[in-house]
């Protein structure tokens, strides 16, 4: 996990992914494969096109929120379908979808609304508030990672953690 932080800080052009944790770090190009958005098939795209239509592939639900929220919708889904941060037992990009349609259909698109659509689910055992301070702390990786900074000689913030805005995805 440290790793793909650097990757990202370290700014590669590209690197090859099994998860979208890159993406959700901002890094500028990732290859990968995943099922259930792209189809099986792998793909090197550019971070920022994930934010134009169609989205990652077309799927709707995610292009709507896409359209609606930009990158702040490509990292709640990051968040919440499974990342080396934060595991909802039970919970995969399927459910994430789901939560993000509910959430988008009540116009209301934060952390703890997704905590609480995901929640309602019964096949997810783990409880809302434990959803929401585990999506909590992983925004706060995704956002303001610990880094070697090369020209310090010192492990620093990517972002200071005062900066960021744990109520919304902005």
Not at 42 to 66: D, K, S, Y
Request: aromatic share 10%.
């Amino acid at each position: 996990t440290e790793a793909e932080c650097q990757l990202v800080y370290d700014e590669y052009d590209v690197v090859y992914a099994y998860d979208s944790d890159y993406i959700a770090l901002g890094c500028p190009q990732v290859i990968m494969s995943d099922g259930i958005l792209w189809g099986g098939v792998v793909r090197c795209f550019n971070t920022a096109q994930l934010c134009e239509p169609p989205g990652a592939g077309g799927n709707p639900i995610f292009t709507e929120a896409v359209l609606q929220y930009g990158m702040a919708a490509v990292k709640m889904f990051s968040l919440f379908s499974g990342n080396d941060y934060f595991k909802i037992p039970g919970c995969g990009p399927g459910k994430v979808l789901a939560a993000m349609k509910n959430c988008l259909q009540a116009d209301t698109f934060t952390v703890t609304a997704m905590a609480n659509a995901l929640a309602k689910d019964k096949s997810i055992k783990m409880a809302e508030r434990d959803i929401v301070a585990g999506a909590e702390k992983a925004y706060v990786m995704f956002e303001s990672p610990v880094v070697w900074d090369t020209k310090t000689q010192a492990l620093v913030h990517k972002r200071p953690i005062a900066d960021l805005k744990l109520s919304t995805l902005d």
